[in-house]
């Protein structure tokens, strides 16, 4: 990792929703930690990826799977 690291390196939103969403399937996964910041971090890329966080990537995983189109009876909490 670098100080320049971001979310947009790792995927777009949709894909990384898609990848939670497969990795936790099946199991009673009702919240997720995300780390919006790794050390050294530049402050302007830490409140990007939380941004990006709570307006882009929780609304995805609050609607549940994508795969079969069954939502859980909570949406799924992010904190980042």
């Not at 390196?9 to 919006?36: H, M």
Request: charged content about 15%; proline content about 6%.
């Amino acid at each position: 990792w670098s100080s320049d690291v971001c979310s947009s390196d790792l995927g777009t939103p949709e894909q990384l929703a898609e990848v939670i969403q497969a990795y936790t399937a099946g199991a009673p996964v009702r919240t997720v930690f995300l780390w919006a910041s790794i050390g050294g971090m530049s402050d302007d890329v830490v409140m990007r990826n939380i941004h990006t966080i709570c307006t882009r990537l929780a609304p995805l995983l609050g609607r549940g799977s994508t795969a079969d189109n069954q939502s859980p009876s909570k949406p799924m909490l992010v904190v980042s």
